[in-house]
């Protein structure tokens, strides 16, 4: 925590707005607007909800093709299934980890001219040509996805962008904010995130009446009667009061936090760059990551067999937690029955990648107990 947020929670508790209504809601959305210039904001119960709503206010229906980077949290793909729609599944490139424009081309290629529903019988029995109603990129770890180049595939296509900034709030591309470039924007302040109201997300679009709705079908559609009237499913996804309380917190020390991430970021880099096998992402130009996570590539050919499970494992028995990178979703059980488009860079990706310990708290004396550890295996 940064130290406003218990003032902000007892402002709630004192007016006894313990609701999902209330200041704290108002301020925590005016917070993310202007911080991240993204036009409007509607405070949610959660990242995952954000993109749920996204989908439906896309049109999104049963049978329709959703395309999805691979390489992600579930909760990327997980809200197409919740509206019975196909989720397509997308490489990376090796240059951000996030979607490949490339790849991205072939897949909405092979939704239009049935390829996929040729393929797929099963999921497309009709074997429809189907243009995809949605794109969804990836900020993994905070790094900004090539989303020029995935915009301008886009665009060509006619086909909106969701854009999943769950974990990139306070991350740029060319100065201007991750999540505000699609034509929907998606934050998560869950308690893993850089910065947390310990379980909520937000959605962003530039345009007022998106909002508006996105807000309307989060209390349960209540149609503007006196009594209970509802003429479309809505859904119960508007965050607490309190909550915003401490996510409104949260964003006055967000700028302390990516620089703290960030320091994480270049003392594990100038810490390892000598070691022979060893990668890590870098910025591209004008690009500017929150380094949520640092993670590196462990190449075993070069390090005499050490590799991510070794390291992790190791610092396992230390007491030291790291973890893997995301598993791609073209490989989950509950996925790998979904089209996949692109070659094998998602999956190199998490065979050699390795997420080591990125905590805002960390001192210099933690992390010089990493890079001692990693040391003394090599
Ligand atoms: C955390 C996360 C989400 C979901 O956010 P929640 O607030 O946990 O629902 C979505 N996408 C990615 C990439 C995430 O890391």
Redesign the pocket.
């Known amino acids: 925590m940064g130290g406003k947020e218990q003032v902000y929670v007892d402002e709630a508790f004192a007016g006894n707005w313990i609701a999902p209504i209330g200041e704290n809601i108002n301020q925590f959305e005016k917070e993310i607007e202007s911080f991240s210039d993204c036009g409007h904001a509607a405070a949610l119960s959660?990242?995952?909800a954000a993109?749920h709503l996204a989908l439906i206010l896309l049109g999104v229906k049963r049978g329709d093709y959703v395309i999805c980077q691979s390489l992600?949290?579930c909760?990327?793909a997980n809200p197409i299934m919740y509206l019975g729609a196909i989720p397509i599944f997308v490489d990376s490139e090796p240059d951000t980890w996030n979607m490949c424009p490339v790849a991205l081309e072939n897949a909405i290629a092979a939704c239009m001219d049935g390829t996929v529903a040729k393929n797929h019988p099963s999921l497309m029995p009709n074997n429809e040509k189907q243009k995809p109603k949605a794109i969804i990129p990836?900020h993994?770890y905070g790094m900004p996805a090539k989303m020029e180049e995935l915009m301008d595939v886009a665009s060509k296509y006619n086909i909106p962008i969701v854009e999943?900034a769950?974990?990139a709030i306070g991350s740029t591309l060319n100065g201007k904010a991750c999540g505000t470039f699609g034509q929907y924007g998606v934050y998560?302040?869950?308690g893993n995130?850089i910065i947390t109201s310990s379980?909520?997300?937000a959605l962003v679009s530039i345009e007022k009446e998106n909002i508006d709705r996105a807000k309307f079908l989060a209390t349960q559609a209540r149609d503007d009667a006196p009594h209970y009237q509802h003429s479309v499913i809505g859904y119960n996804y508007r965050l607490s009061n309190v909550s915003a309380g401490i996510g409104r917190g949260q964003m006055e020390v967000l700028p302390e936090r990516v620089k703290q991430r960030r320091a994480n970021f270049e003392f594990y880099k100038n810490s390892f760059s000598h070691l022979p096998g060893i990668s890590f992402l870098h910025e591209g130009e004008k690009v500017y990551s929150n380094y949520w996570l640092t993670c590196m590539l462990i190449d075993p050919k070069l390090t005499n067999g050490i590799d991510n499970d070794k390291i992790r494992n190791f610092l396992d028995g230390l007491n030291i937690e790291s973890r893997p990178i995301w598993k791609p979703m073209h490989l989950q059980p509950v996925y790998d029955s979904f089209p996949y488009f692109g070659t094998d860079i998602a999956e190199k990706i998490f065979e050699f990648g390795l997420c080591l310990p990125s905590g805002s708290s960390m001192s210099e004396d933690d992390r010089n107990r990493v890079v001692d550890a990693v040391l003394s295996l090599f």
């Open positions: 959660s990242g995952t993109i992600t949290f909760a990327s990836v993994l999943d769950a974990e998560s302040f869950n995130k379980g909520g997300g």
